[in-house]
């Protein structure tokens, strides 16, 4: 038997990524389904997708090779992940998800679901690789091969769900103006949806399906939201609400048109919900700010290496009611364990209307750390690399969690091989922005310098 460990793994941080007819073949994509289908076992799963023009051949070659392993298919269409998350949880069935997240167009993914909601153990991956490795098929019989069937109560059942928890008459009472950017992807129903059941006025900007994310860019970054930006400097709308392209992320831009990093999003939830004795969850990578909260608010603060799995199943384990990451992703626990974008906002406005503050005024109630973030493009292995980095400069502390995490006298870097796209991402923390933009710049340079290849004499 073919050992799986001497093999590449398959699974990253976030499933399987790649650029379908490329690296995520049609020809994969219906192996690895029989791999999925061999380990969920004769029994229903839940599939959704998002807007991705390649969703349709992705899922079409999982979904076929799931059914020859004997699995059945509930096809909820396109959804944002966390909504096939709530389905899988609130069902109890395990899920599949076609989807690349925020990664560019070209991109395509497929995520694995276990049937408490969470994506899929890291060991229940390995299982999945070995059977493909393996070749290990549970190839059944015509008629016991899987069937394929719809099931639209999956909207309602999600939105329901976010709904029982917030105060629905207090923030229908507010009447909020909304501005919300799905950036054409999977939410492009969804939260428009959510906003209008919450009694808000919406306005929709680019809330309509586009694989090809023409009118901005997956990511929703500063950079990529300006045409929401300008449009909030208006003065109109109480808040902007952007999501990523399966949408369990949200970031938001407040009254005056100011750009809220997540971090600040994720300080402030954190902040609202814990109580003395609360466990709260997150990485490496968000800000010293969470730390403040959670002492002030005689929490326990317990970091993770980066990634919302990895965050999810530390929460589960140390039975944490709120945790995420400085992304935008935020797990409210008592919901579901998953980042969820659209409870996400409904948790803001809940805030928003319970408080009767702007969202400006609750942020300027945080303590105040600033990150900056850049990436450059990963052309030697990230172990190379290490020792030039840690030979760098006068520290104070370094911390190896993930990546290297470099703590100075006015701030950290962290630097980190991304499980997602072929880059090192770099995020640089101080008390003031400008601080924090040069020191990610500082370790930019170092690391473009690490990887150039010397010239021949």
Request: overall charge neutral.
């Amino acid at each position: 038997m073919t050992d799986n460990s001497k093999h590449e793994p398959i699974f990253g941080t976030n499933g399987i990524r790649g650029i379908p007819n490329k690296d995520l073949s049609v020809e994969f994509a219906q192996e690895i389904g029989k791999a999925i289908g061999t380990f969920y076992g004769k029994v229903q799963v839940a599939m959704g997708r998002d807007t991705r023009d390649t969703g349709n051949m992705i899922f079409n070659a999982v979904t076929s090779g799931m059914m020859s392993a004997g699995s059945s298919v509930i096809d909820l269409g396109i959804l944002p992940t966390p909504a096939v998350q709530y389905y899988c949880k609130t069902k109890g069935i395990f899920g599949v998800v076609i989807t690349a997240s925020h990664n560019p167009p070209q991109f395509n993914g497929i995520k694995c679901i276990a049937n408490d909601g969470t994506e899929l153990r890291r060991e229940d991956e390995e299982k999945i690789e070995r059977i493909y490795y393996q070749k290990s098929y549970n190839t059944v019989s015509w008629e016991e091969s899987g069937s394929i069937k719809s099931d639209p109560t999956s909207l309602d059942l999600y939105l329901d769900g976010i709904m029982s928890h917030v105060d629905v008459k207090k923030v229908r009472d507010s009447q909020f103006r909304v501005l919300v950017d799905s950036g054409n992807g999977a939410s492009y129903f969804t939260t428009p949806s959510l906003l209008r059941r919450l009694g808000c006025k919406v306005v929709s900007l680019n809330t309509y399906p586009d694989g090809k994310f023409t009118s901005r860019t997956s990511e929703p970054k500063p950079e990529n939201l300006k045409d929401l930006i300008t449009l909030m400097k208006s003065g109109t709308f109480n808040l902007g609400i952007a999501h990523d392209g399966d949408a369990d992320r949200a970031v938001f831009i407040d009254e005056n048109g100011n750009f809220i990093d997540g971090d600040k999003t994720l300080t402030l939830v954190v902040k609202s919900v814990i109580k003395p004795g609360s466990r709260v969850v997150t990485p490496i990578s968000s800000s010293d700010a969470i730390d403040e909260v959670c002492s002030s608010g005689k929490a326990e603060l317990i970091r993770t290496r980066v990634g919302a799995p990895i965050v999810s199943r530390a929460m589960i384990d140390n039975n944490a009611m709120i945790g995420g990451e400085e992304n935008g992703g935020i797990i409210f626990g008592e919901h579901q364990y998953c980042r969820d974008g659209a409870m996400t906002a409904a948790l803001i406005l809940d805030l928003m209307a319970t408080n009767g503050k702007k969202i400006s005024e609750l942020i300027s109630g945080l303590p105040q750390y600033h990150i900056h973030k850049l990436s450059v493009e990963r052309k030697k292995d990230w172990r190379i690399l290490e020792p030039g980095i840690l030979s760098y400069g006068e520290t104070s502390k370094i911390e190896k969690t993930d990546g290297l995490k470099i703590y100075l006298k006015d701030g950290w870097v962290l630097m980190r091989a991304s499980g997602t796209e072929p880059i090192i991402r770099i995020y640089g923390q101080a008390r003031d922005e400008k601080r924090a933009k040069e020191l990610a710049q500082e370790y930019e340079a170092l690391i473009l310098g690490l990887q150039e290849v010397p010239k021949a004499e």
